[in-house]
């Protein structure tokens, strides 16, 4: 058996047979069929719950004439990030608010459950920022098509006509590059994070180890906002408008 998180035992303990039969549909045969869920998942579930209720409680609460201070956090996140959009894609960025607050809002709170005792940090496996790399991948394409049709395909050729046999292989695997340069950037920074915390908690449990939780909280900030601005750039380039 895996070593198991206290909400990873409780999610096996309840959903193992379900989870197990599901895979097995899928023809995936788990490794531990009594406990199929993993921590990385149990974290992400448990991202996604805290996330939904987060969003019901302001839903419930939304007020004009007295806004509380959860609905002035959430107006202040979609206003940066908005503001943001507005400055690196142009008037008609208001469409991508909602998946890149999403996305800014799911990165935050997963690179930041680490620091809570008995939680660990989804992000941490390679998997889960390549899962969020491959999302923003398939967005901006997706976007970039919806956006100018089969016109898109200008962006893998070049400005160059005649050059077009080069630089298509060349931007191809820039794209494909940009899901590995998001991948390593988040995965290697929470993990790094993550371990040096470790290790000086196990060294010195008392006293120092708070300034390493400070820079893993910054550390963690810092690269939900990064991963959010690039997918930014690069959906600026998919939906550019040529004057």
């Given at each position: 058996?895996?070593?198991?998180?206290?909400?990873?035992?409780?999610?096996?303990?309840?959903?193992?047979?379900?989870?197990?039969?599901?895979?097995?549909?899928?023809?995936?045969?788990?490794?531990?069929?009594?406990?199929?869920?993993?921590?990385?998942?149990?974290?992400?579930?448990?991202?996604?719950?805290?996330?939904?209720?987060?969003?019901?409680?302001?839903?419930a609460s939304l007020s004009v004439d007295n806004p509380g201070?959860?609905?002035?956090?959430?107006?202040?996140?979609?206003?940066?990030?908005?503001?943001?959009?507005?400055e690196v894609i142009g008037h008609h960025s208001e469409g991508f608010t909602p998946f890149l607050v999403t996305l800014a809002l799911f990165i935050t709170v997963a690179n930041l459950l680490g620091l809570i005792p008995g939680f660990e940090s989804p992000t941490k496996n390679p998997v889960v920022p390549l899962g969020f790399a491959l999302c923003t991948f398939v967005y901006y394409q997706a976007q970039g098509f919806k956006h100018a049709g089969i016109g898109y395909f200008k962006h893998f050729l070049g400005p160059i006509w005649w050059l077009a046999w080069l630089m298509l292989p060349i931007e191809i695997v820039s794209h494909l590059a940009r899901v590995m340069s998001l991948t390593i950037r988040l995965y290697a920074n929470i993990f790094a994070g993550d371990l040096v915390t470790l290790v000086f908690f196990s060294l010195i449990p008392i006293g120092f180890p708070v300034v390493f939780l400070g820079l893993h909280l910054a550390v963690s900030l810092l690269q939900a906002y990064i991963f959010v601005l690039l997918a930014t750039v690069y959906l600026a380039g998919a939906v550019a408008e040529e004057h």
């Open positions: 058996m895996p070593e198991q998180l206290w909400f990873t035992e409780i999610l096996n303990r309840f959903l193992a047979a379900p989870a197990t039969a599901l895979l097995q549909a899928l023809h995936v045969q788990p490794q531990y069929p009594q406990a199929p869920i993993s921590n990385t998942v149990a974290m992400q579930v448990l991202v996604f719950g805290f996330l939904v209720t987060v969003f019901a409680a302001v839903r201070a959860l609905q002035h956090t959430f107006e202040w996140v979609h206003g940066f990030i908005r503001g943001q959009s507005q």
